[in-house]
Structure formats: structure tokens, C-alpha cells
């Protein structure tokens, strides 16, 4: 089977800009979560989708949203991006939502300038 | 609330043991998780343990729950230069709707 999948792997943006990051979870896992990883603040949760509704949200403020799709796929979209944006943005898959284990993408290392 | 706390950092020799620990403080934790994550990759799920399990071996990799004092520990046997990653460990709540509440994370290094 095949694992999560992130794309891009890298991203360069400039402040303002917006930005779209997409995760293709295991095939027959119908959760997604996403996570931001910083050095400072380690990893924080940002949303999760089930189903294509929006089943938990993190505290970020509403410049960051997502979606998820028929087929499980989500995206994430940051607009108006900051410096303090730069992050890895991570992706996990699971099978129902809530607390079950998770799988995790490689990620998308973000930066902005 | 929820939050689960581990030491930043860990060094030990190649051969030797590690022992890395995590409290949490929801007692109503269902099950408790250790994750892997090398550099510049995501979080790999190396094994969990059930809340009404005291221990639980795979291989190199020992957990140990003790659920009175809210402490896990994650014990890596003859740790390989291999093993040296992050460690996280992550609770998942009763409640059940709610998403894992993961650690900051342990940086092991290991010595040759």
C-alpha cells in the first residue's frame, strides 16, 4: 500500500502571498489531519477532516483553512502568508478519526521571505 | 487539559540502552503512541500501547505504561547510530473526537 503523499515537498513564498499544500492519504483512510512543525513551538495541531467535514480545529487563526474531497484528499491554504509561517507542514492519515494512529506524509517545508 | 511533557534531548553510546519518558496528564487516555522522526522526514509510527497494558515488546522496543503515576517510557535495546531521530509520544483522549496530543519531541543521539 502505498504511504501518504505531500506535494510539494518545498515550497519558497513571499509574505502576502498564498499558498496550497496537498496530501493524498492511504488508500481506504478516510481522516486527515494537518500539523505545523516549528523548532520553537514542535508540533501543533491545525485541523482535521473526516468525510470532508472539518471535525477538529486547532488554535490558528482563520488564515489557515482546508478541505478534503470525495476521494480523501485535502488540501491546506494559507493565505496572506507571514515570515512566522515557515514551518513543516505535516499530513497524517488514519483509518477513523478522533485519536486513532496515525500515519504520517514527509511533509511540505514552507519558507517564506 | 491535555499535555503530555518529555525531556528535550538524550545521548547515550552505541551498544547501550536508551530510555526515553513521557507523562501525560489524561488519565482517560485510551491508548498512548511513539513516533519516529528522522531528519527532514515526517513522523514514522514505531508502536503503541493499549491503557490496560503495563508493557509491551516489538523487537528492540520496549513500552512501558505506568498508568497510577501517568508515565510512559519508550526502552530501545543495543541503540544503533540508526536509532538517533526525535522521539515523540502522543496520548489519544477518551473522548475520542478529539485529535492526539503529541509531546514536544526527544532528540536522541547516539555516540559511536
Known amino acids: 500500500k502505498a504511504g501518504v503523499t505531500q506535494t510539494p515537498r518545498y515550497l519558497i513564498k513571499t509574505r502576502g502571498q498564498q499558498v496550497t499544500l496537498s496530501c493524498s492519504p492511504i488508500?481506504?483512510?478516510?481522516?486527515v489531519s494537518w500539523y505545523q512543525q516549528t523548532p520553537g513551538q514542535g508540533l501543533q495541531f491545525l485541523f482535521e477532516?473526516?468525510?470532508?467535514?472539518?471535525?477538529n480545529k486547532g488554535n490558528f487563526p482563520g488564515r489557515f483553512s482546508g478541505r478534503q474531497f470525495s476521494n480523501s484528499r485535502s488540501e491546506m491554504n494559507v493565505s496572506t502568508l507571514e515570515l512566522g509561517d515557515s514551518a513543516l507542514y505535516l499530513c497524517?492519515?488514519?483509518?477513523?478519526?478522533?485519536?486513532?494512529?496515525?500515519?504520517f506524509g514527509p511533509g511540505t517545508r514552507l519558507t517564506v521571505t | 487539559g491535555e499535555d503530555v511533557e518529555q525531556s528535550l534531548f538524550l545521548s547515550v553510546r552505541e551498544g547501550d540502552s536508551s530510555v526515553i519518558n513521557c507523562t501525560y496528564t489524561?488519565?482517560?487516555?485510551?491508548?498512548l503512541y511513539w513516533y519516529k522522526q528522522e531528519p527532514g522526514a515526517g513522523l514514522q509510527l514505531l508502536t503503541y500501547?493499549?491503557?490496560?497494558?503495563d508493557m509491551k515488546q516489538d523487537q528492540r522496543l520496549t513500552v512501558l505504561l505506568n498508568k497510577k503515576d501517568k508515565h510512559l517510557s519508550l526502552r530501545i535495546a543495543d541503540t544503533q547510530t540508526g536509532d538517533s531521530a526525535i522521539y515523540f509520544c502522543?496520548?489519544?483522549?477518551?473522548?475520542?473526537?478529539?485529535?492526539?496530543?503529541f509531546g514536544k519531541g526527544t532528540r536522541l543521539s547516539v555516540i559511536a
Open positions: 477532516y473526516f468525510s470532508e467535514t472539518q471535525r
Open positions: 502522543a496520548e489519544c483522549p477518551l473522548s475520542g473526537n478529539t485529535p492526539l496530543v
Open positions: 500501547i493499549f491503557s490496560n497494558m
Open positions: 489524561d488519565s482517560s487516555s485510551t491508548y
Open positions: 497524517a492519515s488514519s483509518l477513523r478519526t478522533g485519536g486513532d494512529e496515525q500515519y
Open positions: 488508500s481506504g483512510h478516510r481522516s
